[in-house]
């Protein structure tokens, strides 16, 4: 088993197929096909049922994503162990966030560490699912995720303790389709949500999400949904195209107005904490630097 065979495996694993996880590592086809197949017989045992043009992990695939990922995990750490000639990290930095908070906190994060640190690259991925945060990192996925906040659980996984570190909070602000009647009230009392369907993400999704409904179910009203999307980053141009409303990030809300929306705060007030969450011990030099640069902000 060499390095690139456990890479593009997880990159099968994670984009669920041989075409994009070829598309991702900018390779071909039957470059990452060969290696997968080169693996399993090295290993004596399928790693995917291949369900014509799909991948689906066997039972000993799923076995070895865990060990996989941390085989990566411990190169990446080893290489982000080395210091450059001036005594700063380098190597890569693996980070997972909320779709939400990739462009804020995490771009200015980041921009500012790029910047006193430009030997470290950055790799972003997305956090669909904040259940998933102690697994992330648990298996080397990453050493920081990004997320809202309190964490359910506590912080504490199988005995071993997650750190968390508040960052700042988000606020969600109304915001309507371009042409729509605006609201006398602004803020806009919640009891007085406009009766029109919204663009929602599934129920459950994130603690954001929830408390949401919660707060509009306390007020009296419910949402109604007029269309579900998983990806939370497309919300904004289906209230613009005028398939409904949404309660977004108040930073997207208040550049949503150039683009002809209609917008209002809200009250009671909705906001949610969010910060970083990640194992103190397993933390590389980069990523000790990263979590001391977003505490300082």
Do not use: N
């Amino acid at each position: 088993m060499d390095l690139h065979q456990v890479e593009y495996f997880l990159a099968v694993v994670d984009h669920k197929g041989i075409t994009a996880a070829a598309t991702a590592l900018d390779l071909a086809q039957p470059t990452v096909s060969q290696a997968v197949r080169a693996l399993e017989r090295e290993l004596g045992v399928p790693l995917f049922h291949r369900i014509g043009r799909g991948m689906v992990l066997t039972s000993a695939g799923h076995s070895l994503v865990g060990p996989a990922r941390r085989i990566l995990r411990d190169v990446v750490a080893a290489e982000g162990s080395l210091l450059d000639d001036a005594g700063r990290p380098r190597g890569r930095l693996d980070i997972v966030a909320m779709p939400a908070l990739a462009a804020d906190p995490v771009a200015r994060l980041v921009g500012a560490f790029r910047r006193r640190f430009p030997a470290v690259v950055v790799r972003i991925g997305d956090l669909r699912d904040e259940s998933a945060t102690p697994t992330l990192i648990r298996d080397g996925h990453c050493e920081i995720v990004v997320r809202h906040l309190p964490m359910a659980d506590g912080g504490v996984v199988d005995g071993g303790g997650l750190a968390v570190r508040e960052l700042g909070e988000h606020e969600y602000w109304l915001v309507l389709p371009p042409g729509s009647q605006p609201p006398a009230a602004d803020p806009l009392p919640l009891s007085q949500l406009p009766e029109i369907p919204h663009v929602i993400v599934p129920r459950g999704s994130s603690q954001a999400v929830d408390e949401i409904e919660q707060a509009v179910s306390a007020a009296g009203r419910s949402i109604t949904p007029s269309v579900v999307l998983e990806h939370r980053e497309a919300r904004l141009p289906f209230v613009l195209a005028g398939v409904g409303a949404s309660l977004l990030e108040r930073s997207v809300a208040e550049a949503a107005v150039a683009r002809g929306a209609v917008v209002r705060a809200v009250e009671p007030r909705i906001s949610r904490a969010y910060g970083l969450v990640y194992d103190p011990g397993a933390l590389s030099p980069a990523g000790r630097e990263f979590v001391a640069l977003a505490g300082a902000g």
